[in-house]
């Protein structure tokens, strides 16, 4: 199993650039993630789906959108790119939806905007 | 997040010595501890959590203890290593696991 993987590993964009990152995990997990690790900001969440055919919003979810494509994808898409957005992004799973389950993350995107 | 932090925000030990470091949460109604450590360059992993009935929960060189009283939950490292060194995170429910900002350890060989 390969557990949860992301692409693109490294990004740069440029301000207003529109991208798609992509979020897959094999492990059969009803809930995905994505946050995003700002130095000394710790890890913040941006949009999560609970189940296949639901998302909800984060604490930061402005300047992002996101599609839960089928059970195993969850794809985050940046319309306009700013250059606060510059972070790592990283998406996880879990088993059942809630909070009281191990969180299973990605290796991480990073991106920058210039 | 908001909810929780943790402290100290940087920890330096010898190596071999103990680590010890602890989260406070606000919601009395959270019910789940969870541990997870970052190593350089990649994502969070788990390495051990508690769940609001049980006190303390010890897994090798690594053990997290509970206070529900006074909302804290501490994870201590024993005879610590230099693959310790990391960033530690806590987190607690609700508001789907809301992390603490990290406490960085450095193991000083």
């Known amino acids: 199993n390969a557990g949860v993987t992301q692409t693109p590993k490294f990004q740069v964009l440029k301000t207003g650039q529109s991208m798609t990152l992509q979020c897959a995990q094999d492990?059969?997990?009803?809930?995905m993630y994505w946050y995003r690790q700002d130095p000394g900001m710790g890890l913040r969440l941006i949009y999560y789906?609970?189940?296949?055919?639901?998302?909800d919003k984060g604490e930061v979810p402005n300047g992002y959108n996101v599609s839960r494509l089928n059970k195993r994808e969850f794809s985050l898409r940046l319309e306009s790119a700013a250059p606060s957005q510059t972070s790592v992004y990283f998406c996880a799973s879990s088993g059942i939806a809630g909070e009281s389950n191990e969180q299973f993350f990605g290796p991480g995107t990073r991106l920058t905007v210039l | 997040g908001e909810n929780v932090e943790q402290h100290p925000s940087t920890l330096s030990v010898q190596e071999g010595d103990s680590a010890v470091i602890k989260c406070t949460y606000s919601d009395s109604a959270s019910n789940y501890f969870p541990w997870y450590k970052q190593e350089l360059g990649k994502g969070p992993q788990l390495i051990i959590d508690?769940?609001?009935?049980?006190g303390e929960k010890k897994d090798q060189r690594i053990a997290v203890t509970l206070n529900k009283t006074a909302k804290h939950f501490s994870l201590h490292i024993t005879e610590t290593q230099p693959e310790d060194s990391a960033v530690y995170f806590c987190?607690?429910?609700?508001?789907?696991?809301?992390f603490g900002k990290g406490n960085q350890v450095v193991v000083i060989p």
């Open positions: 492990m059969n997990h009803n809930s």
């Open positions: 789906s609970a189940s296949e055919g639901t998302t």
């Open positions: 508690i769940r609001s009935n049980v």
């Open positions: 987190a607690a429910p609700p508001n789907r696991l809301a």
